[in-house]
């Protein structure tokens, strides 16, 4: 699948009020592109922390659905995190993965293991209730809108397409701007 038309999909299904936390590289770009409604925390180095973030976010909002974006090669670096997460209990907590087997952003080094793991294994093997791997494109979107339907705790992989994945221009705000807009968006109950 597309990043963008998974990106689509993600937006298309995906409940207004959620907060999303959008990890590096890829997820972040094209999280943004999509131009969503939902409030956005857009993660920074180092890699490896989006899951513990994303956590920390749910557990500060417990009333809101977060959903992290994220890469393969961002969450592989964390990946001991799921049983943090896991150990909380939490269940306001979604966990969709692009997953094309590389370090895109970095050069598209492939991932140690590629092609011979499954994330949603992985995380049913961590305690995740729910975990699904989509690589058929056809299916792509019923399993986006399925797993943002699940009532608690879920992780989805999403095969995607290697495709170039440019640096587009800066954001309008500058990373400490955006955090802070974020943190007044949340404060006032954005």
């Known amino acids: 699948m597309k990043r963008d038309l998974c990106g689509k999909a993600i937006k298309k299904h995906l409940n207004p009020d959620s907060l999303v936390y959008a990890g590096l590289g890829t997820a972040s770009r094209t999280w943004r592109a ?6 956005t925390y857009y993660g920074t180095d180092p890699m490896g922390i989006s899951v513990s973030m994303a956590l920390g976010l749910a ?14 090669g961002d969450f592989m670096m964390g990946i001991g995190s799921l049983l943090t997460v896991v150990g909380t209990k939490i269940q306001n907590l979604k966990i969709l993965i692009f997953d094309n087997g590389r370090y895109e952003t970095g050069g598209s ?3 140690p293991g590629a092609d011979s793991y ?3 294994a992985i995380a049913r093997g961590a305690g995740f209730a729910y975990a699904a791997d989509v690589r058929d494109d056809a299916a792509a979107e ?12 879920a992780l ?8 170039p994945s440019p640096y587009p221009p800066a954001p309008a705000m500058a990373q ?15």
């Open 59 to 72: 557990l500060a909002q417990p009333k809101r659905d977060v959903l992290l974006v994220v890469g393969d």
């Open 109 to 111: 080094q492939l991932l």
């Open 176 to 190: 400490v701007e955006e955090r802070t807009h974020f943190m007044g968006r949340l404060h006032n109950g954005a």
């Open 156 to 163: 989805l992989a999403v095969r995607i397409d290697m495709e």
């Open 118 to 120: 499954s994330f949603a």
């Open 142 to 153: 019923g399993a986006i809108q399925e797993f943002l339907k699940q009532p608690g705790l």
């Open 34 to 39: 999509q131009e969503a409604s939902q409030l």
